[in-house]
């Protein structure tokens, strides 16, 4: 095969039941490497070692192919390669673009109510509605860092979205699905909306942006097909991926599938998981049909 043959993938993260949210997801990327002759990858994304499980990973493996979903081996498990997140993160660090960020999730809560109750407005919000992180740390002196650090008081990486930005110039992304208003085409979107974003914690030595964005690259991915909900952390993976000298892939985002109360699925909804829904007797054409994809699964 040639270097242009496209390479998609499934990323699912095993901390809950697959809902017909994923299903809908894996089977558009599938659709789409046949449509183009292109590989499909599995990525297990269990950088979150508290909520991630085994039986959660192989039930997804079972769903998946129950599914039809038929994924290349071996299959990128995220937490075996911290190292690969590391060296990304030392790397933005020797570039003065981290830094260590010593407030707590309190301490961040506690500074944005005073700050919204003196100012009598509210303090800015990411596109998930988070305060932004107010960065009262990124300009400590190098003195100060090292003798907190050295102390053991704990701390996340941040990256220093000012630089960061202006380091990197303009940033975009072509998309051949759709944003939440229908945005498509050539997108850009400034990611200095997200404020200074974790890349690692002590807990978690590495962000999802981070992870997501260097393992794109090292899988050679050329296409990332996904949820909607992610379209707007795509400004955060361009940049750094601009930062670290990385390839861009093109992006489709797909709708989302609503529950018939019309919230988004989530994997506490036990009632559409995958496996459920086999146990009640659906078929993978159900799901097909429930998620609005053309035709059972047929062989390519
Ligand atoms: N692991 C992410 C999730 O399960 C998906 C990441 C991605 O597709 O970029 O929501």
Known sequence: MSDAQPVFRFAPSPNGELHLGHAYSALANQAMARATGGRLLLRIEDIDRARSTATFERQIEADLAWLGFAWETPVRRQSEHFDDYRAALDALTEAGLAYPAFMT?????????????????????????????????????????????????????????????????????????????????????????????????????????????????????????????????????????????????IYHHHDLIFGEDGRKLSKSARDLSLKALREAGLTPADVRRMVGLPGAAAAP
């Open 105 to 249: 999730r309190g301490e961040i809560r506690g500074f944005v109510e005073r700050r919204e109750t003196e100012e009598g407005r509210p303090w800015p919000r990411d596109p998930d509605g988070a305060p932004l992180y107010p960065g009262l740390d990124r300009d400590l002196s190098d003195g100060e860092r090292q003798a907190r650090m050295a102390a053991g008081e704990p701390f996340a990486w941040r990256l220093d979205m000012r630089r960061a930005t202006a380091m990197a110039g303009a940033l975009g992304w072509h998309e051949t699905g759709a944003g939440p208003d229908g945005e498509a085409g050539e997108i850009s979107d400034d990611p200095g909306r997200w404020g200074d974003v974790v890349l690692a914690r002590k807990d978690t030595p590495t962000s999802y942006h981070l992870a997501v964005t260097v393992d794109d690259a090292l899988q050679g991915v050329t296409h990332v097909v996904r949820g909607r909900d992610l379209f707007f952390a795509t400004s955060v993976h361009r940049l750094l991926q601009v930062l670290l000298g990385l390839p861009a892939p």
